[in-house]
């Protein structure tokens, strides 16, 4: 079996038990705070290879989403979520492509582009996440100012995680 597959999979198990048994219980009871959670999972997606065929991104990001919703009982939120942000990859890589192009081969990781990069790429993609999560979430704009709170706040806390696992774990 090819070693980027093996990676993948490690890394789809690892995210998955981390959101689930450690981020899943963090509750913080500090006022407007509380309305902030921790998501780590879309990771996986951000870091799939640049080149991998976008069938395959989209099924993997389905099968990323479910695999949460099963656990957080929230009836396919996390799956249309991961898709979406599956589909809207795609275009953010563009936007923020190097003057010398990408490494057809490579992850979009801090360790292959920079962290600078890594940062505005995680930060596009996981805001977006965010966003789309708490408004299918909501299900409705009347709560936008809740939309938006849990957005800026999650975003933040989830933020450190994403740059806190690419400075420690210096994978590609």
Known sequence: MNSEIIKNIIRFVLLVLIQVLALKGIQLDYGFLSHGMFFIYPLFIILLPIN????LLLLLAFVLGISIDIFYDSLGVHAATTVFLAFVRMY????????????????????????????????????????IYFSIDAFSFVFIFDIIIKTILSFIFSIILLIIHQIIFKVN
């Open 52 to 55: 991998i065929p976008r069938t």
């Open 92 to 131: 953010v890589l563009r936007f923020l492509e190097p003057n010398q192009g990408y490494k057809t081969e490579g992850s979009p990781s801090a360790l292959n582009l920079g962290l600078v990069w890594f940062v505005s790429y995680a930060s596009c993609m996981l805001f977006l996440h965010l966003f």
